[in-house]
């Protein structure tokens, strides 16, 4: 339990704990009130900020353990000289660091906008999208500016993760054991249904475009994403053998 992969595996655990509880007493308040809770735009603006702070940080550490398992599988022998401890954090903060240049600037961006007083938000919390569309003025500029930003931040780490498991998979393929074969594929299923299931909902919520974007499924898949995947994501990895 003192191998980096395990340390990635506790950050991501605590990275998913926060980022659901940025949302849950929000959504909590509006379901007990029927939709009636009342939110300042500070408090929107506070959640939306650390709710994109975490899952962009989230996407990253995602790509940050593909890396480890390429290291574990592909090098073995160097793996605890190459994810030395210092690298680790390193990798960690680097995370945290890319999450928050992410989330500080589009939430500016955004609250940058005029808004009227009193507005509805049709969704359980302070989504982006949901937000823009509130707006009372031309969004098409701030709308391209989340789909490119959004774009990169998940076609970039997606990539590396891609990139690394044509790797892995071509160092498994050279075992010649199949025990060694099924350990070392072990290892990396779980973290493969987690990156579907994280980079496809994020995904559908801001790579779709507006014209074809339903409000309904996006509260559909915001609910998978903010709440079950978070849930689904340690028996997930219990499955690990």
Known sequence: FHSPMYFFLANLAVLEIFYTSAIAPLALANLLSMGKTAVSATGCGTQMFFFVFLGGADCVLLAVMAYDRFIAICYPLRYTVIMSWPLCMQLMAGSLALGF?????????????????????????????????????????????????????????????????????????????????????????????????????????????????????????????????????????????
């Open 101 to 241: 240049l992410l989330s500080l600037p589009l939430t500016i961006l955004i609250f940058y906008l005029p808004f009227c007083n009193n507005n509805e938000i049709y969704h359980f919390y302070c989504d982006m999208p949901a937000v823009m569309r509130l707006a009372r003025a031309d969004t098409r500029v701030h709308r391209t500016a989340l789909y490119v930003i959004s774009f990169i931040v998940l076609s970039v780490p997606l990539s590396l993760i891609s990139i690394s498991y044509v790797f892995i998979v071509g160092a498994i393929v050279r075992i010649r054991s199949a025990q060694g074969r099924h350990r070392a594929f072990s290892t990396c299923s779980s973290h493969i249904l987690v990156v579907l299931l994280q980079y496809g909902c994020t995904s559908f919520i801001y790579l779709s475009p507006s014209s074809s974007y339903s409000p309904e499924m996006g509260r559909v898949v915001s609910v998978v994403y903010t709440f079950i995947t978070p849930i689904l994501n340690p028996f997930i990895y219990s499955l690990r053998k």
